[in-house]
């Protein structure tokens, strides 16, 4: 996903910079709590309540209970082994690009010393086996429905190589809050196996319901322990295809590979567009029936989809 220009200069969007802004100065989280309510309520006059999406099941239920009370839900394994082969050889002759240095495009096997954190093409992306499906599965759209109470959008949908090296960490890899939106929520997919030392997601337990700073901050990992008890800390491991989702509006970060690399895919549903975006949705030619509404800033429908 490309980012928009928010601060005056080349390319400026100065309704995008004001309206990424103006969530970002509203700290207080039964302020914020109430704009979302009012927001929440403006889409589903205009869009529906979004019922027609949830799974209605006890896996549902219990993930929802999970993210409003701590800010991360396991989902287990919504993808399988056969599944992420299939991925991974996809992948294999598709473009990366540097995230810290923005490196020319380069293949995995193309992989030079020094690169952490490289992401694969939007339009890779989506033409990706098995990517679309999930993301607009019963079990992930259910989800975020409910979390948002209005049908979500899909603001974000990537997929990012972390790689271990040596020295100091990437500015991606510590811990930190994002600010995407009024509300949001991602959903976190490992397509390799990942312990603690391939570089497993952390997250800070119930940091989603505190008050956030205005300015996006870095914190040490000394910051974070000193200040909370270790249970307090989040730790997802898991084999290939472990799916869970997150409020990343709370405390959490990647973790820095130590041994193996990390392939991981990331969803994002958001109450509105995350305004941090330059979007520019890719044309689907393929055969699955999608919501226009909740894929409208990654997708453009064609003819024969109406």
Request: proline share 7%; charged share 20%; hydrophobic share 40%.
């Amino acid at each position: 996903m490309e980012y928009a220009q928010l601060k005056p200069g080349r390319r400026f969007a100065p309704l995008q910079s004001l309206l990424y802004y103006s969530q970002r100065i509203v700290t207080y989280p039964t302020l914020r709590r109430l704009v979302v309510r009012a927001l929440s309520g403006a889409v589903r006059l205009r869009q529906g309540s979004g019922k027609e999406l949830y799974a209605d099941t006890p896996a549902e239920d219990a993930a929802l209970a999970d993210l409003r009370r701590s800010g991360y839900a396991p989902l287990g394994n919504l993808l399988d082994g056969t599944q992420c082969d299939e991925i991974r050889a996809w992948l294999s002759d598709k473009l990366l690009t540097d995230r810290d240095r923005e490196r020319p495009g380069f293949t995995l096997a193309q992989r030079v010393d020094g690169v952490r954190v490289a992401d694969y093409q939007l339009g890779d992306v989506i033409a990706c086996p098995h990517i679309l499906a999930l993301a607009n599965s019963p079990p992930l759209l259910g989800l975020a429905a409910r979390y948002m109470e209005c049908k979500p959008t899909i603001s974000a949908l990537g997929l990012r190589w972390s790689f271990p090296v040596p020295g100091d960490d990437s500015a991606l890899q510590a811990f930190h809050r994002d600010s995407e939106d009024w509300r949001y929520l991602k959903v976190l997919v490992y397509l390799t196996d990942v312990d603690d030392g391939a570089g497993p997601h952390v997250y800070l337990h119930g940091s989603h319901l505190t008050q956030a700073p205005m300015r996006l901050r870095f914190y040490s990992d000394s910051e974070i322990s000193s200040a909370h008890s270790a249970d307090m800390l989040l730790t997802a491991t898991g084999t290939r295809g472990f799916c869970f989702a997150v409020d990343t509006a709370g405390i959490h970060k990647g973790a820095a590979p130590a041994l193996q690399p990390r392939l991981m895919l990331q969803i994002q549903y958001s109450l509105l567009p995350s305004y941090a975006y330059r979007y520019a949705p890719e044309r689907y030619l393929g055969p699955l029936l999608l919501d226009p509404y909740v894929n409208r800033l990654i997708l453009r429908p064609s003819a024969s989809h109406g």
